[in-house]
């Protein structure tokens, strides 16, 4: 099927949002089990002592979890402060936090202690710039010098009304959440679940189907047991193997039966052009090797043209390392989800 379809369901009995473009499944959020902390979730917390050979601070956090954080310069041991989880913690260590906190809507991001206004460089209208320039200000009137505010891409072919009191609604509640700042460790705001994610996060679909039944009709669980298969083929009988383990993601590349001279460098560029999307869809982050199919040392330039061209769309921090004496490539990516197999565990 052409075009792109949003796809709001249920599955296992989780809430679970997929975003399929011409029939691929390019994005996949479904609620984990019992994640109390997820990415996102604002809370408020109790500063430990510093710890200086790492660099920061542990910090008690609801349900008697502990959160590690790095900004940690005036802040006094046992004094309260907001924090916001910025990652996915590994197993058995602590939670990452920032005190840079995102109040984050479909068209508006207000950013406390980062004053200013900022307007998404994907809209380059001047007059629709201009536009959206005065319903900030206006909807900002009397706000705290303090906050900052952010417009989203979406607000290009938005009603302005909507954006106003879009960003009315996040800076109210970024208000509400700064002052409440007295108490024990609190979750005060919950990482957004993953219908109210796809609104945020995703553009505007040809197709939003948000009725029972909408993943059996856009084949979304067939794609989801794809994903459950370290294994994937690539053209022309290459293939692609993701690994996680619990030091790394190996990524091991593989021409198949092509003899070809240009096999190697075929079978990667397809791997690394796909590599984002199943990164994403697996959930996987953090340090990510790739061992690539053999190919001439002279195609490295491609081939690291081709990694900057993949990742820069895919929205995550990520980090291209480079190669390493074994002619490996190592890159490292941003934990912002669980695992899949971990959250249909």
Not at 146 to 152: H, N, S, V
């Amino acid at each position: 099927m052409k075009g792109s379809v949003i796809a709001l369901d249920h599955y296992k009995g989780r809430e679970a949002a997929a975003r399929m473009v011409d029939g691929q499944l390019e994005d996949l959020i479904i609620a984990p089990k019992d994640m109390a902390l997820a990415p996102e979730a604002i809370c408020r917390a109790k500063m430990g002592r510093p710890v200086k050979g790492l660099g920061g601070a542990f910090v008690d956090l609801p349900g008697g979890q502990s959160g590690f954080l790095r900004q940690t310069k005036g802040i006094r041991p046992g004094a309260p402060l907001l924090v916001q989880v910025s990652g996915l913690a590994e197993p058995g260590k602590a939670v990452p936090l920032t005190t840079r906190l995102l109040f984050k809507s479909r068209y508006a991001i207000v950013t406390p202690d980062a004053p200013g206004l900022n307007i998404s460089r994907q809209i380059s209208d001047e007059t629709r710039r201009s536009e959206l320039a005065a319903r900030a200000s206006s909807a900002m009137e009397g706000a705290d010098p303090a906050l900052g505010l952010i417009l989203r891409s979406a607000c290009e072919g938005a009603d302005d009304d909507v954006i106003q009191d879009d960003i009315a609604q996040m800076r109210g509640l970024a208000e509400t959440i700064l002052a409440d700042l007295a108490g024990a460790p609190e979750i005060l705001l919950d990482a957004p679940a993953p219908h109210l994610a796809a609104w945020r996060d995703w553009p505007s679909p040809d197709i939003l189907d948000e009725g029972k039944g909408s993943f059996a009709r856009h084949n979304v669980a067939e794609a989801i047991d794809t994903l459950l298969s370290a294994e994937l083929p690539l053209p022309q009988g290459a293939s692609m193997v993701i690994e996680p383990t619990r030091a790394l993601v190996a990524v091991d590349i593989n021409t198949g039966p092509d003899t070809s001279p240009a096999a190697g460098l075929k079978a990667n560029i397809a791997a690394i052009r796909d590599l984002p999307r199943q990164l994403r869809l697996r959930g996987l982050g953090g340090l990510v090797v790739l061992d690539l199919a053999p190919s001439s040392k002279k195609d490295r330039q491609i081939l690291e043209q081709t990694l900057r061209g993949a990742f820069r769309t895919d929205g995550r921090d990520t980090v291209l390392a480079g190669w390493t004496p074994l002619g490996n490539f190592e890159l490292t990516r941003k934990r912002d989800r669980m695992p899949l197999r971990q959250v249909l565990a």
